[in-house]
């Protein structure tokens, strides 16, 4: 009779946790907003005395942050018992009422669990909403549409990713990489989802545990914020993850933990790449204890993102901008000009020159050859390909107070001004090369003066602008108006 009552009990709880999961949604809120908690590197030892400090620095985030869901990115349960570990891991989520969801380090096998035993184990907790996914390589790669806050429609997707442990053999590296399955179940995944939205990619972030060899390449730059204290233990062979993200438009941002001194975040091709706070006290690395918080804008290819410890925040970072919140209290903001407008477009003054120029101060001593009126930054007026250059002048109407970012690319030498301030120096002469520059501004009219010159070969003039709210692209033809 005891037997067939405990028979009962379990098939009743594991009944409740099964239809719990299913009312699950993750949506976002009526304001347009959904946040996520990013736990990484937990190295959880149920035999370890820092377990209790774990546990308050994931409480006090949740309670802080109040996020609409936890995704913990590897290296969570990294001792034995593994089952003891999970179970007081999903015990803090449990507590919290917070949905929550794993992607596998190159540690979590080595608990006394298998990467899909671990999934077969955790999927019946309750608030546990990841999955196994499908028969790809590794465990747990599968996606989470975020739902938009009216109605059933994916708004946004999560995907999660299995970053796998160690290679087939030493001689590949020490770390594995995305294999190719995984790499086009994404790409298919993706293209399924943009056919749903009417063929325009949806907003999507990616979570995994080690980080793309590109997590390199944002290293000292401008747009990059937050610690660099160890190299990046990426893979040694790039298998083509962050060029399918790139090529297909939806992924807005990677975020991967594994590097526990690491926490910086910064733009490549359009993607932000960001290292997770490293969240467990047994974990090696100095940073304070914590988790990375990421806020999604509905119909937005935006979020902002930080790092909350229980001390407070830091390193606010705003995608697609690459600004933070120290670029907005520090800098100084220019007023409008007030401006009687003639009609749209851009003023242009075309130089030849019969001496190589190499510098933009030398443009005023070429002879002026023709003036005209464009829609757009264009050399098509040039009747010559070297020794030629343009003076450009506009006005650009600033849609909103904020902090801008600016580039040039060009060939050879560009220089851009604001208000009479140089915002953009690619002055010389060079090949093909990128330069940025950032200026504060107040809503409404700011004079735009551009200078560019041609030496020899290669000829080439784009000029982008992004901000907090403006995903990085060339500045529209609407932006540009001529005063009377």
């Not at 949604?25 to 209790?52: E, M, R, V, Y």
């Not at 997707?157 to 994404?186: E, M, R, V």
């Not at 914020?225 to 990677?254: Q, R, T, W």
């Not at 041609?454 to 692209?473: A, P, Q």
Request: charged share 25%.
């Amino acid at each position: 009779m005891k037997k067939h009552i405990l028979i009962i009990i379990t098939f009743f709880f594991a009944t409740f946790s099964f239809a719990q999961k299913n009312t699950i949604q993750l949506k976002f809120n009526k304001d347009g907003h959904f946040k996520i908690a990013q736990f990484t590197d937990i190295h959880w030892s149920n035999n370890s005395p820092n377990c209790s400090k774990t546990i308050e620095v994931i409480r006090q985030v949740l309670d802080a942050e109040k996020p609409d869901i936890a995704i913990l990115t590897g290296d969570i349960v990294t001792d034995t018992p593994a089952k003891e570990g999970w179970e007081s891991i999903a015990r803090i989520f449990e507590e919290a009422k917070t949905p929550w969801a794993v992607t596998l380090g190159n540690h979590d096998e080595e608990a006394g669990l298998t990467r899909e035993g671990v999934f077969d184990f955790i999927e019946s907790f309750p608030y546990f909403i990841g999955e196994k996914g499908p028969k790809l390589s590794g465990s747990g790669n599968y996606v989470l549409p975020v739902l938009a806050h009216q109605g059933t429609k994916a708004a946004a997707l999560l995907y999660c990713i299995d970053s796998h442990n160690k290679p087939s053999a030493y001689k590949y590296g020490h770390y594995d990489w995305i294999h190719f399955d995984q790499i086009d179940w994404y790409r298919k995944t993706s293209d399924r989802y943009t056919l749903q939205n009417n063929n325009a990619p949806l907003p999507s972030l990616a979570f995994f545990h080690i980080p793309v060899l590109e997590f390199n390449n944002v290293v000292g730059k401008e747009k990059t914020l937050g610690n660099k204290e160890e190299g990046v233990a990426s893979p040694e062979i790039n298998s083509g993850m962050f060029c399918s993200m790139v090529e297909k438009k939806d992924v807005m941002g990677i975020f991967a933990g594994h590097d526990h001194n690491n926490d910086y975040i910064g733009i490549e091709q359009g993607i932000a790449l960001a290292f997770g706070r490293t969240s467990g006290v047994d974990a090696y690395g100095k940073l304070e204890r914590g988790g990375r918080i990421i806020k999604m804008y509905e119909g937005k290819s935006q979020f902002d993102t930080w790092v909350r410890t229980p001390k407070g925040t830091e390193l606010e970072y705003y995608y697609p901008s690459g600004l933070s919140s120290a670029d907005e209290e520090t800098m100084q903001y220019l007023p409008a000009k007030k401006l009687e407008v003639a009609n749209q477009g851009v003023e242009y003054k075309y130089y030849e020159a019969d001496f190589k120029l190499t510098h933009t101060d030398m443009i005023a001593s070429a002879r002026l050859v023709k003036t005209g009126i464009l829609n757009n930054f264009s050399i098509a007026p040039a009747t010559v390909m070297d020794s030629m250059a343009f003076e450009y002048k506009t006005y650009i109407k600033i849609p909103e107070r904020g902090v801008y970012q600016f580039y040039t690319f060009s060939d050879d030498g560009s220089k851009l001004f604001i208000d009479g301030k140089v915002v953009v120096d690619n002055d010389g002469s060079h090949s093909l090369k990128r330069a940025d520059g950032k200026i504060a501004l107040e809503a409404g009219y700011h004079e735009l003066r551009l200078l560019y010159f041609e030496n020899y070969m290669g000829e080439f003039l784009e000029v982008g602008i992004s901000s907090r709210n403006i995903r990085e692209d060339v500045i529209p033809d609407n932006m540009f108006y001529i005063g009377k």
